[in-house]
């Protein structure tokens, strides 16, 4: 099957430093990708999606200045927590839409998940 | 606005019995959706069951089924035959409107199995 992966599964860092996350598909190309934030024992929350070559979609009540994505090319996007402080401590998880399936079931593959620590 | 509800945030199942998570949803899309996932503490979102809104029959995978009642706006996961390594978070998520194909996730139930 689709296989996603992120980098780093798990960071740890000072208050203030900024962190970069990746996500990539593996096995397919991807024009939209999504991420989402999981604080312990809540549900996943959409952040925004994350279009190729084009500025992120972010929801309502994200930061798009604090939370900045990139999604260079058709496999790969990246989710930069700036200027981290310890409220931003959290499970980020990222998808990808496989446009190679049905489109109109709107598959999403899951990456494992990055736990993000700030100090 | 679409909405996932799941009603039971924790839940307890006898090794080898048969357990039922609810889940209700609220959308004016015709076209839509449903997915069960199971997250273990690892965190990762393993997928386990789909089921389109135009399909006739409930969905199953091994020993997961779909009790898909549409009238009721309802997409109930049964688990068969559980199994220690069955005990997780379930989260039942519902595919948005079909242009932006976004996942809208309910508030997960707990398993856990008891030996």
């Known amino acids: 099957g689709a296989v996603v992966s992120q980098h780093p599964s798990r960071v740890i860092c000072k208050s203030g430093t900024s962190v970069k996350i990746e996500c990539r598909s593996l096995?397919?190309?991807?024009?939209?990708m999504f991420w989402y934030r999981q604080f312990p024992k809540q549900s996943l929350m959409l952040m925004a999606t994350?279009?190729?070559?084009?500025?992120?979609?972010?929801e309502q009540g994200v930061e798009k200045d604090k939370f900045l994505i990139n999604h260079a090319s058709l496999t790969l996007s990246t989710l930069t927590v700036t200027s981290a402080h310890p409220e931003d401590s959290s499970f980020y998880i990222c998808?990808?839409?496989?446009?190679?399936?049905?489109?109109?079931?709107?598959?999403?593959?899951f990456g494992p998940g990055t736990r993000l620590t700030v100090l | 606005a679409q909405k996932i509800t799941q009603t039971q945030p924790g839940m307890f199942v006898q090794e080898k019995e048969a357990v039922t998570l609810d889940c209700t949803y609220d959308?004016?899309?015709?076209?839509?959706?449903l997915f069960w996932y199971k997250q273990p503490s690892s965190g990762e979102m393993i997928f386990l069951i789909y089921?389109?809104?135009?399909?006739?029959q409930n969905a199953t995978e091994g020993r997961y089924s779909l009790n898909f009642q549409k009238a009721r706006k309802s997409a109930n996961l049964v688990i068969s035959a559980s199994q220690l390594g069955d005990s997780a978070m379930y989260f039942c998520?519902?595919?948005?409107?079909?242009?932006?194909?976004?996942?809208?996730f309910g508030t997960g139930t707990r398993l856990k199995v008891l030996a």
């Open positions: 959308t004016s899309d015709p076209s839509y959706g």
């Open positions: 089921q389109g809104s135009y399909d006739q």
């Open positions: 994350s279009n190729e070559g084009s500025k992120a979609t972010y």
């Open positions: 998520a519902m595919r948005a409107t079909s242009g932006t194909y976004k996942y809208i």
């Open positions: 096995d397919f190309q991807a024009t939209t």
């Open positions: 998808s990808a839409r496989d446009e190679g399936r049905a489109i109109a079931v709107g598959w999403q593959y």
